[in-house]
């Protein structure tokens, strides 16, 4: 089976997760509430800078008691979502009570369920006034994003154990600052980059005290966005040296930059996998010819497979990125994994070859808290807007009528068993 390498073998095995592992699916405030007036990609769809709108998006905001129905109903113990600042924070220094108190509502509808709440401080998107300020490329982006998380904190923080300060630090600068496709769509600077790179690793470190003052047994990470990469052609001396390259801009940088000690301001490292690069070296491409691109020919030996989106579907990857990130010593957590497609059984395939993947690197002794399907429902993906279907729930955005897949019935059956049924031996 492409990109999945299960065994067809019909004796199975049973993998028991452990006690307490948290299942559940992920979600973004840009993505699914709707109406995000007041953040910068707002503003830039308003500008027509952008390819599509995000409009209501699946109006998530006023049917998050429904929704979370949904997730029960589908066996999960955990949810993560994001918290959306230029809600809490829409002008500088300016408070929204009553913003927050919608996300205490969030947060006891999750409990109420039974749902344990994951929490992320920034996924991708800014207050509309802090990104006309220069927004991260600023060094007092730090202050002020520190100032956010103390007032949401503050407020939250008896209700929530798990934080995620920021979401794909390397994504985020590498589409705001090097391809500009992002907001703030600007020409490439590798210089602002790192700059912003660095900004938001020091907001993260600065953050993590906040968030252990004010809830002491608080679990602090920061989702990670970490492709298995490796070499087009192992024997070529260019193709190895280019895959290292980008493997260490893309899955070392951002933990250099948090310092040597990292694991003083990790709980744990949450980890978003999607897919396999397969880097070749291309002289001519200045600059980036030190990273290499991406090889999508069929010559290695297995037939490849990819998502809607290009991406490729690679499910042993994901047992080889947690077997590399438990290198840094802390607990890991699968914060996002998914797929964008319109076939049903390669959804489900997909899924459960990465939940396999999941389980054996379990069984080789990585500590793995939980794990994430990206997404909870059909939501707006960015610039690709609402064609990339990764809901475990598919999403009519005329009617906002919700249906559960037949994935989620699968998945449903290893969260509530907490356990999956393999065929090994791999
Ligand atoms: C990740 C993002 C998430 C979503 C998925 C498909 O990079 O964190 O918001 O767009 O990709």
Same mark, same amino acid.
């Given at each position: 089976?492409?990109?999945?390498?299960? %065994?067809?073998?019909?004796?199975?095995?049973?993998?028991?997760?452990?006690?307490?592992?948290?299942?559940?699916?992920?979600?973004?405030?840009?993505?699914?509430?709707?109406?995000n007036r007041g953040n910068d990609w707002w503003q830039m769809e308003q500008d027509g800078r952008l390819p599509h709108e995000s409009g209501e998006a699946c109006r998530h905001y006023e049917l998050y008691s429904?929704?979370?129905?949904?997730?029960?109903?589908?066996?999960?113990?955990?949810?993560?979502?994001?918290?959306?600042?230029?809600?809490?924070?829409?002008?500088?220094?300016?408070?929204?009570?009553?913003?927050?108190?919608?996300?205490?509502?969030?947060?006891?509808?999750?409990?109420?369920?039974?749902?344990?709440?994951?929490?992320?401080?920034?996924?991708?998107?800014?207050?509309?006034?802090?990104?006309?300020?220069?927004?991260?490329?600023?060094?007092?982006?730090?202050?002020?994003?520190?100032?956010?998380?103390?007032?949401?904190?503050?407020?939250l923080a008896s209700r929530v154990r798990f934080w995620v300060t920021i979401n794909e630090p390397t994504v985020y600068v590498k589409r705001a600052y090097i391809t500009g496709d992002w907001p703030p769509c600007e020409p490439r600077s590798w210089g602002r980059a790192i700059r912003v790179l660095r900004?938001?690793?020091?907001?993260?470190?600065?953050?993590?005290?906040?968030?252990?003052?004010?809830?002491?047994?608080?679990?602090?990470?920061?989702?990670? %966005?970490?492709?298995?990469?490796?070499?087009?052609?192992?024997?070529?001396?260019?193709?190895?040296?280019?895959?290292?390259?980008?493997d260490f801009a893309l899955n070392d940088a951002l933990f250099m930059l948090l310092g040597r000690r990292s694991g003083v301001v990790l709980d744990f490292i949450g980890l978003n996998f999607y897919a396999r690069q397969v880097v070749c070296w291309r002289p001519k491409a200045g600059a980036a010819m030190?990273?290499? %691109?991406?090889?999508?020919?069929?010559?290695?030996?297995?037939?490849?497979?990819?998502?809607?989106?290009?991406?490729?579907?690679?499910?042993p990857g994901l047992r080889k990125v947690l077997r590399r990130f438990a290198r840094h010593g802390v607990p890991l957590m699968v914060t996002e994994n998914g797929i964008a497609t319109s076939d049903?059984?390669?959804?489900?395939?997909?899924?459960?070859?990465?939940?396999?993947?999941?389980?054996?690197a379990v069984r080789d002794g990585v500590t793995v808290l939980g794990y994430f399907y990206w997404t909870l429902m059909d939501n707006f993906e960015w610039t690709e807007g609402r064609n990339?279907?990764?809901?475990?729930?598919?999403?009519?955005?005329?009617?906002?009528?919700?249906?559960?897949?037949?994935?989620?019935?699968?998945?449903?059956?290893?969260?509530?068993?907490n356990s999956i049924e393999w065929t090994s031996p791999r």
């Open positions: 089976m492409t990109g999945f390498s299960r %065994s067809s073998q019909t004796a199975s095995e049973l993998f028991a997760f452990p006690e307490g592992f948290l299942w559940g699916a992920a979600t973004a405030s840009h993505q699914v509430e709707g109406g429904s929704d979370f129905d949904l997730a029960k109903s589908m066996g999960h113990n955990a949810h993560r979502f994001s918290i959306e600042w230029s809600r809490i924070e829409p002008r500088q220094g300016e408070w929204n009570e009553a913003e927050l108190e919608h996300y205490v509502a969030v947060i006891d509808a999750l409990r109420y369920r039974g749902i344990e709440p994951v929490v992320t401080l920034h996924h991708f998107t800014n207050p509309a006034w802090f990104s006309q300020r220069g927004g991260w490329a600023r060094k007092d982006s730090v202050d002020f994003f520190v100032r956010y998380v103390q007032v949401v904190a503050t407020r900004n938001m690793c020091r907001a993260h470190a600065a953050a993590y005290p906040v968030l252990h003052r004010l809830r002491p047994d608080a679990m602090v990470g920061l989702a990670h %966005s970490a492709p298995y990469i490796t070499a087009c052609n192992p024997s070529s001396a260019a193709d190895r040296v280019t895959a290292r390259l980008r030190l990273l290499g %691109s991406e090889c999508r020919d069929d010559h290695h030996g297995e037939p490849r497979a990819f998502t809607s989106l290009g991406w490729e579907i690679y499910a049903e059984q390669l959804r489900t395939r997909y899924l459960m070859a990465h939940l396999e993947s999941v389980a054996e990339a279907r990764f809901g475990l729930v598919e999403v009519d955005f005329l009617t906002q009528q919700r249906t559960v897949r037949p994935v989620a019935r699968a998945y449903q059956v290893v969260c509530q068993s």
